[in-house]
């Protein structure tokens, strides 16, 4: 059973930037996609990127492409998104989750271990 530990939310005032990571328990990181989705009061979980398994291509939300980069270290078990000049509408608890193969789609589904969340609050 995989473990997903997020850190590096917090308040931010809007066009500032933030840097999420989320660590993995477990020698299988390496193995699987990961994405980051996000989920505002009294909205569904959406979808904010993912990466394959070796880093060789990433996806994002259409919406957020070009102010979000996701990335990832195996060597540490670590999976980041860097969030840039972000806005009053980013504010969401964040989630990061493990992918159900090597490659996933933007689908909930996709993915089948997730992280307990990280807040991120962008004021105006």
């Known amino acids: 059973q995989v473990q997903l530990v997020e850190s590096g939310g917090g308040l931010v005032q809007a066009g500032g930037s933030l840097r999420l990571s989320c660590v993995a328990s477990?020698?299988?990181?390496?193995?699987?996609?990961m994405g980051w989705f996000r989920q505002a009061p009294g909205k569904e979980r959406e979808f904010v990127a993912s990466?394959?398994?070796?880093?060789?291509?990433?996806y994002y939300s259409d919406s957020l492409k070009g102010r979000f980069t996701i990335s990832r270290d195996n060597a540490k078990s670590t999976v980041y998104l860097q969030m840039n000049s972000l806005k009053p509408e980013d504010t969401a608890v964040y989630y990061c989750?493990?992918?159900?193969?090597?490659?996933?789609?933007?689908?909930?589904?996709?993915?089948?271990?997730w992280g307990q969340g990280t807040q991120v609050t962008v004021s105006s």
């Open positions: 989750a493990r992918g159900r193969a090597g490659w996933s789609t933007k689908a909930l589904a996709s993915f089948d271990s």
């Open positions: 477990g020698r299988t990181f390496s193995s699987y996609a």
């Open positions: 990466i394959t398994w070796n880093s060789g291509l990433t």
